[in-house]
Nanobody, 116 residues
């Protein structure tokens, strides 16, 4: 099972990026997912989460700036990041649970760098 994260890059403060997390196999139907980030020297922390019913939760540090969403047809979860700040710089990871499992699976990280 593979989750492909993409969309990271270098952006200036105040800019926007959209991250994508797509399941590489059609049998991995995403039911719930979260985006985590890990800054250099820090622990990995949850940034945003969406459950099977579409309810979302966000870390206080990103509320009002980030939005998590899902596209069932594309089996993809997105993280729209607006008003980016240098402190948002981190490797972002997706973590998703398929409909047929209680376990969550990690995707590879995608690096987001926000310059001041």
């Amino acid at each position: 099972v593979q989750l492909q994260a993409s969309g990271g890059g270098l952006v200036q403060a105040g800019g926007s990026l959209r991250l994508s997390c797509a399941a590489s196999r059609s049998t991995f139907s995403i039911n719930a997912a979260g985006w985590y980030r890990q800054a250099p020297g820090k622990q990995r922390v949850l940034v945003a989460f969406i459950n099977g019913g579409g309810s979302t939760n966000y870390a206080d540090s990103v509320k009002g700036r980030f939005a998590i969403s899902g596209d069932n047809a594309k089996n993809t979860v997105y993280l729209q990041m607006n008003s980016l700040k240098p402190e948002d710089t981190a490797v972002y990871y997706c973590n998703a649970r398929p409909t047929w499992s209680a376990d969550y699976f990690w995707g590879q990280g995608t690096l987001v760098t926000v310059s001041s």
